[in-house]
């Protein structure tokens, strides 16, 4: 059973930095796709970034440029760096893998981007 666990988020201002971070358990981490996503009050959870088991990433158009992610399979743990935060950031940042079988994800973090 995959467990995902993400820590980092917080309060922070307009044009500020967060960096969250996604431990991972229970699978070969270094061989699953880690992805971000995220859920802003009222609304669906969005795709925010992905990093194939090669070190491949992609991201959405909103934080193309700002966020990047990353990996550590010597530490089973995926980060998603955030730069040049805006308020429109704000929401609670899950992490998800796959396997055949299921989606897991983490219980999320709070990131809040005040103006």
């Known amino acids: 059973q995959v467990q995902l666990v993400e820590s980092g988020g917080g309060l922070v201002q307009a044009g500020g930095s967060l960096r969250l971070s996604c431990a991972a358990s229970?699978?070969?981490?270094?061989?699953?796709?880690m992805r971000w996503y995220r859920q802003a009050p009222g609304k669906q959870r969005e795709f925010v970034a992905i990093?194939?088991?090669?070190?491949?990433?992609n991201y959405a158009e909103s934080v193309k440029g700002r966020f990047t992610i990353s990996r550590d399979n010597a530490k089973n743990t995926a980060y998603l760096q955030m730069n040049s935060l805006k308020p429109e950031d704000t929401a609670v940042y899950y992490c998800?893998?796959?396997?055949?079988?299921?989606?897991?994800w983490g219980q999320g973090t709070q990131v809040t981007v005040s103006s």
């Open positions: 229970g699978s070969d981490f270094s061989r699953n796709v």
């Open positions: 998800n893998t796959k396997d055949l079988l299921k989606d897991y």
């Open positions: 990093i194939s088991s090669g070190g491949n990433s």
